[in-house]
Structure formats: C-alpha cells, structure tokens
C-alpha cells in the first residue's frame, strides 16, 4: 500500500519543479520510478505499464547493482494526477517485488 502521507512530498516536489522554471499548467514529460528486484520483474512491471500507456525502459545501477523500471508518460501535472500515478504503479509493482520509487522531469521550461 503507497503511504498516503507521501501526497505532502508529492507536493513539494512538484513545487520545487516550478520553482525551476516549469509550467505546471502545460504538459509535462514526467519519469516514474518502481524498484524491482531483478531485470525479469522489471521487464514484467514495465509490460503491464505498457498495457497503461507507459513507455518503459529497465535499467540496472552499476554502482549499486539495483533495478529500476522507468515509466515515462507525458502528463498535466496535478499532486493528484502525479499520487495517483505513483499509487497505481505501486499497486501493478507489488505483484512482481516492486514498489513506486519516486518521479523526476527534466522539466518543460522553454530555453
């Protein structure tokens, strides 16, 4: 189960992508994170983000050695719309050892 509380560091996220010069209000080309523990969950989490319209890439860290399925879908950027994603790829996540690891953007600011 996603932490309900997360919504309040969904929020300040989102307010520090603003501050960087993002416009909230247009779409905005958002990665979401999910912790796997292997490249073949990775690769099961990221068909089922597929089937949701997600592009996806699996990724493992050469320093750390851990995986990560990236979800990437271009979006209106609410704190809801952004909990609400994080939530539903924490619940496709479970099923395969995985869990919603946080978000980032390299923002839509124009320049």
Aim: glycine share 10%; proline share 4%; net charge negative.
């Amino acid at each position: 189960m996603f932490d309900p509380e997360g919504k309040a560091v969904t929020a300040q996220a989102l307010e520090r992508i603003e501050a960087d010069g993002s416009d909230l209000s247009r779409p905005i080309e958002m990665d979401f994170f999910v912790s796997v523990p292997s490249a073949e969950s990775g690769e099961q989490v990221a068909a089922e983000a597929r089937k949701i319209g997600f592009e996806t890439s699996v990724e493992q860290d050469q320093e750390s050695g851990e995986w990560t399925c990236y979800c990437t879908k271009t979006i209106l950027a609410t704190v809801n719309t952004v909990f609400e994603i994080e939530e539903a790829l924490d619940d496709l996540a479970e099923p395969f050892g995985g869990y919603s690891d946080g978000f980032g953007t390299f923002g839509n600011a124009d320049g």
